[in-house]
């Protein structure tokens, strides 16, 4: 099977970050689901233009919880997703599965209803938090088993000693079962100019023999400090002096890795921006005044990795979304400089206001790092040797210490 036949549905598309990811990847959309009137605009914007996903279906606003998937007559390869990551988040309220927001339900309505060959889902960190693991848990075991629904009336507990019972007597019936790996990762590790941590689960069918493990990415730390402070390569690269290493453990010897990218590889082409105006060359760069420094708010350095972005609870958060200046100075970064860091490609262009685009970013999966995991799922998909008769006993990654490092 060619990568171009390869279909793709996702669910809860926001701004397009997984979509581009899985798009660049090889899989074609046959449909993307987003009910955010803002985000479904950026979607159609983008594709009317030729810079975001090709998809068969209009993209319309449309809820999960009511989609109706025999409207898909295509087999699907690929159900990819990032589910509403508020319930998990560390900066969030912390609800997990209580909260009405947790969605990972309708993953698995679409899974049993698709029986896609491959699921990819993202999601924050927070997620694997010891608080959460129990229900972290039970998303990877009906992950494995889809065809085995909760009863009516059966709470998500009960549903997973059943799932769980299942897995150990090899009884699944004549449903799909899926091979589960869990993986936490650090997204600076896959190129993307910004320390992110983020959970990623692959299921695979079980008509292909063998699971497969969330890649790891080929950047690093260690690379980036090397290129600083030992050969220099990092400063001659932008044109600057060497800094002292100010107490930085300085490799001896060149990683075979490449460098962590930092916020000055990746916005040094940009123009300053200007309060209230618009730039004619880039979409989005619009100056935003106001930024200020506090105490855990101070802003990103040029020569690391951003930090983190948020959506926040209105759009941007108070303090949070700057660059700090060689001197000290802060600015919030631009629509377009925050979509950068979150690799969306240069001439991407977000729809509705700041606030609303900047949501979109901040809650995008990074496009970078599910273009590196979908094309690993993509080789697996096409490799036929793997493909096995029947659908055998799912291997599942349950929960451990060792499996979620970030390393």
């Known amino acids: 099977m060619g990568s171009s036949e390869l279909r793709a549905v996702e669910l809860f598309a926001g701004g397009g970050g997984m979509a581009l990811g899985t798009d660049r990847a090889g899989f074609h959309h046959v449909a993307l689901l987003e009910r955010n009137r803002h985000a479904v605009d950026t979607l159609v914007h983008n594709a009317k233009s030729g810079t975001g996903v090709r998809a068969d279906l209009p993209i319309e606003i449309t809820d999960v919880t009511e989609f109706d998937y025999s409207r898909i007559e295509e087999s699907i ?17 912390h609800a997990g599965q209580k909260d009405r927001r947790n969605l990972f339900p309708e993953v698995f309505r679409a899974q049993r209803a698709l029986q896609p060959r491959a699921v990819l889902l993202e999601n924050v960190r927070g997620l694997a938090r010891k608080a959460f693991r129990p229900y972290l848990e039970y998303i990877l075991l009906q992950l494995a088993l889809p065809g085995i629904k909760p009863m009516e009336g059966e709470g998500w507990r009960d549903h997973k000693d059943r799932l769980f019972v299942s897995l150990e007597r090899d009884e699944f019936g004549d449903a799909p079962t899926y091979h589960v790996k869990l993986g936490l990762r ?12 983020r959970v990623f689960m692959i299921a695979i069918r079980t008509d292909h023999e063998d699971p497969l493990a969330v890649p790891r990415g080929s950047h690093a730390k260690e690379r980036l400090i090397y290129d600083q402070f030992k050969s220099g390569a990092y400063w001659d690269r932008h044109g600057l002096p060497q800094p002292h290493p100010n107490g930085h453990r300085v490799p001896e010897l060149a990683p075979s890795s490449q460098p962590w990218r930092t916020v000055r590889d990746t916005l040094r082409h940009l123009p300053v921006p200007s309060d209230g105006v618009a730039h004619s060359c880039h979409p989005n760069h619009v100056g935003v005044p106001g930024a200020k420094s506090y105490p855990g708010h101070t802003g990103s350095p040029w020569d690391e990795p951003a930090k983190a972005l948020k959506a926040g ?22 629509v377009h400089e925050a979509a950068l860091l979150q690799g969306f490609p240069e001439e991407y262009e977000f729809c509705g206001s700041r606030s609303e685009a900047m949501r979109q970013i901040g809650n995008a999966a990074p496009t970078p790092v599910c ?14 040797d793997l493909s096995v008769g029947g659908y055998t006993s799912p291997h599942v990654d349950l929960v451990h210490e060792k499996q979620l490092a970030i390393l």
């Open 186 to 197: 650090e997204c600076a590790d896959f190129g993307l100019p910004q320390r992110r941590g």
């Open 371 to 384: 273009e590196e995991i979908a094309n690993a799922i993509r080789i697996r998909l096409e490799d036929e």
């Open 313 to 334: 609870v209105h759009g941007v958060p108070g303090g949070e979304n700057m660059l700090r200046d060689d001197d000290g100075a802060v600015r919030y970064f631009t």
């Open 77 to 93: 390869d690929l159900l990819a997703g990032g589910a509403p990551c508020q319930p998990f988040s560390l900066g969030g309220k």
